[in-house]
């Protein structure tokens, strides 16, 4: 019988609802744990992430969110376990690492481990439950994560096997497709959006993917609407992978939040005329708690955009210009539904 794995237990699919696929209830730099600044309690973050993922449920009908963070960059298994109860909203967590470049993820240990090694760990994450600090927990992951290309890297660098894919990534992203290949669980991704100026980073991972075992169709490409180039994303889709629309009102790399919609509400729709309706999932990418120092530095704009701007400013965007209710349904119940389900 088909599953969702949530950080609660085992939903089965018909139970997930609209869905955003890429949201960090809370978000790290690697290193954060001896900052004075980054100081933090687990309870008053808890009810403070809570508060507004119960105003998505009961105001906006978000019903499931997938935490995309890392262990690296933050991920800690009791506060999505305690969201998740308060709020009433399924709370999904990631297995897998962050890009190992600028230092941000790959940690020394996981850099010495065998792909193998790698593998087993990703499936022990998804079968017996995830780690935080030396301790097993029982909240086990629902999903895979394969990372490339950092978060600010403006030149494509070039790696091993032909690839602009560093060696421990090629690592790591080998025993995610092997874990993927042993549990059926599907893998999301990131990819650095300013490296498709330069080529098509999507195809590569998948490439990587393939070449292990993971089947594309349980892929979700990350970060590829930025820029959007429709070239570029009708050929992941040809692929058979999906596409992950993110940073809804988040102007990352662009001028301005209302620019970026414009572009990613015209590929969308392209994209949708072109027959890939069933390869698309939507989400903000957003910082429920902000853990990297003091308030004001330059990127909180990932913590700024509103919990419902999706349904009160992008769907009436894309309402006008002809994608309705059933292909919203399709995008964030239907899709997600069937991603997620193993």
């Known amino acids: 019988m088909a599953k969702i794995r949530t950080v609660l237990g085992d939903i089965a699919p018909e139970e997930a609802g609209p869905t955003l696929t890429h949201e960090h209830l809370r978000y790290a730099y690697t290193g954060w744990q001896s900052d004075h600044n980054c100081v933090w309690d687990m309870r008053e973050s808890a009810a403070q992430i809570a508060q507004v993922v119960r105003d998505g449920v009961e105001r906006y009908g978000f019903k499931t969110i997938?935490?995309?963070?890392?262990?690296?960059?933050?991920?800690?298994?009791?506060?999505?376990a305690e969201v998740s109860r308060q709020s009433g909203a399924h709370i999904i967590a990631i297995a897998g690492f962050f890009p190992e470049v600028e230092g941000m993820g790959i940690p020394y240990h996981w850099r010495r481990q065998s792909v193998e090694y790698i593998a087993?760990?990703?499936?022990r994450d998804l079968t017996e439950g995830m780690v935080y600090e030396g301790r097993l927990t029982p909240y086990k992951a629902g999903m895979l994560k394969a990372a490339t290309g950092g978060s600010s890297v403006k030149v494509a660098r070039m790696g091993v096997n032909g690839r602009h894919i560093g060696p421990y990534e090629d690592r790591v992203i080998r025993g995610i497709a092997r874990a993927q290949r042993r549990t059926g669980c599907s893998i999301n991704t990131h990819t650095q959006p300013m490296e498709y100026k330069a080529y098509n980073p999507g195809l590569e991972l998948l490439d990587l993917l393939e070449e292990e075992g993971a089947d594309p169709t349980r892929?979700?490409?990350?970060?590829?609407?930025?820029?959007?180039?429709?070239?570029?994303?009708?050929?992941?889709?040809?692929?058979?992978?999906?596409?992950?629309?993110?940073?809804?009102?988040?102007p990352w790399q662009n001028d301005s939040a209302e620019a970026l919609d414009e572009l990613i509400a015209n590929a969308v729709c392209a994209l949708a005329d072109a027959?890939?309706?069933?390869?698309?999932?939507?989400?903000?990418?957003r910082f429920f708690t902000y853990v990297r120092g003091p308030a004001g530095l330059p990127d909180l704009e990932n913590e700024s955009v509103p919990i419902g701007y999706m349904v009160e400013q992008f769907v009436p965007r894309l309402e006008r210009k002809g994608f309705g209710r059933d292909e919203m349904h399709k995008v964030m119940v239907e899709n997600p539904a069937r991603l997620l389900a193993f």
């Open 66 to 80: 997938v935490d995309m963070t890392p262990p690296e960059i933050g991920r800690h298994p009791e506060l999505m």
């Open 219 to 250: 892929v979700i490409i990350g970060h590829a609407f930025v820029h959007p180039d429709i070239d570029q994303l009708k050929a992941i889709c040809e692929r058979g992978a999906c596409l992950q629309i993110d940073h809804i009102g988040i």
């Open 120 to 123: 087993d760990a990703m499936v």
């Open 275 to 285: 027959g890939y309706l069933d390869r698309l999932v939507f989400s903000y990418d």
